[in-house]
């Protein structure tokens, strides 16, 4: 039986080879005067950057540009929207990898009501948001967060007293997102390593959620079945546009995965580390993802009662190891084995490379959420996937 379920509202989708090549029509649609927000790695001074930007002005729009560095905090986002509200935009563009997808959701749902962001972010702010935004458009460039397709904003705060913390609300999904894997081709393995990891672990953790339902189960399987075909060989070859085509495919179904069933463990510690040091988010990910699942399995096979876990566990087993007619132990093994191999084969680094210490461990599982985790996880097992990525 299909069991109820609300499902949120997704971007309109143009996803393809060249898509890119449609934005200038699809911003005109808005308007005469666009913000573009871009990441560090100056998307805009590369060959295609030039032509967006070519194309933009035949189409008559005027461009104010926004660069963001690293993950926003509430800082850059105010500064960009006091900056750039005389005259308002009538639509913002966000280009680049998530934290310039996620600076760009911001400042385009910050730019009406002005003032602190901090005061509408969760777990911190008290205010809530009206929901009222200028018309946003997310361009991925790197195939992971699923950003085009969510509706929170991640902001970063970094520190003693640091946080990471979502801006949300159900009118923050993008309007469109423009999905061309072949703005992802010049990405370098390290990025496509992470930010695919985050990907699958979106994925994952979507499918595994206590929160899952049948649409979200038949997007995250679909994603899985393209991570698996593709990540590895968009890591090798970063100019096998099947490959990279697979993963942005991917990403966007994480994002909306992720939006409608939640996430478990592992983003919960990719929010208590980031806190305190800059790692990206993908490489906590995916360097906690192999052994966060190991130890799950082993927790709900202390609970019998965790059999729709576990099956599930089993049903991600057979996707990746495209076997047929084994147990389900042997698919779940498999599926943690499989876990194991990717992490060593991407070259994941450990967390200690960005200087995170033993010493931190208690400290970053006390602030761990498990989020929808399939099964409750005690300190000490926390403390053991962190230490084991040390
Ligand atoms: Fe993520």
Redesign the pocket.
């Known amino acids: 039986m299909v069991g109820p379920f609300i499902f949120s509202r997704l971007p309109v989708i143009h996803f393809g080879p060249a898509k890119i090549d449609n934005l200038a029509t699809i911003a005109a649609g808005y308007g005469r005067s666009a913000l573009l927000v871009t990441g560090s790695a100056s998307f805009i001074a590369s060959p295609m950057g030039e032509k967006v930007l070519k194309s933009l002005a035949e189409k008559g729009i005027r461009v104010r540009k926004v660069q963001v560095t690293g993950e926003p905090s509430p800082a850059i986002v105010d500064k960009a929207v006091s900056e750039n509200r005389a005259p308002m935009p009538d639509v913002v563009i966000a280009i680049g990898g998530g934290s310039a997808l996620d600076a760009g959701k911001a400042i385009s749902a910050m730019l009406l009501p002005g003032g602190n962001l901090k005061d509408y972010l969760e777990g911190v702010g008290t205010r809530e948001h009206p929901g009222q935004k200028v018309p946003f458009i997310a361009v991925p460039t790197t195939a992971?967060?699923g950003s085009e397709a969510t509706k929170n904003a991640v902001i970063s705060e970094v520190g003693s007293n640091g946080f990471k913390k979502s801006l949300r609300h159900e009118n923050f999904v993008p309007d469109v997102a423009v999905v061309d894997p072949l703005l992802t081709v010049t990405c370098s393995p390290e990025i496509t390593a992470a930010s695919g990891m985050?990907c699958f672990?979106?994925l994952t953790e979507a499918y595994l959620s206590t929160k899952a339902n049948p649409m979200t189960d038949a997007l995250a399987l679909k994603g899985i079945e393209a991570v698996a075909r593709s990540l590895p060989e968009a890591f090798r070859d970063g100019k096998n546009t099947g490959a990279r085509a697979g993963m942005s495919f991917a990403a966007l179904l994480s994002g909306i995965c992720?939006a409608n069933a939640g996430?478990g463990a592992v983003?919960g510690f990719?929010s208590a580390v980031g806190a305190i040091y800059e790692v990206p988010?993908?490489i906590v990910?995916g360097t906690l993802m192999a052994k966060a699942n190991e130890v799950n399995v082993r927790a709900l096979r202390r609970d019998r009662s965790a059999d729709r876990a576990l099956a599930r566990y089993s049903e991600m087993g057979k996707i990746v190891l495209g076997e047929e007619g084994r147990t389900e132990d042997y698919y779940i093994d498999g599926f943690i084995d499989y876990l194991f191999r990717l992490t060593d084969e991407l070259r994941l680094p450990p967390l200690g490379r960005f200087g995170v210490m033993k010493a931190d461990i208690p400290g970053i599982c006390m602030n761990t959420d498990l989020k929808n985790n399939p099964v409750k996880l005690t300190q000490e097992e926390l403390a053991e996937i962190v230490e084991s990525r040390i």
């Open positions: 992971g967060t985050d672990t979106q992720l996430l983003h990719s988010h993908g990910c």
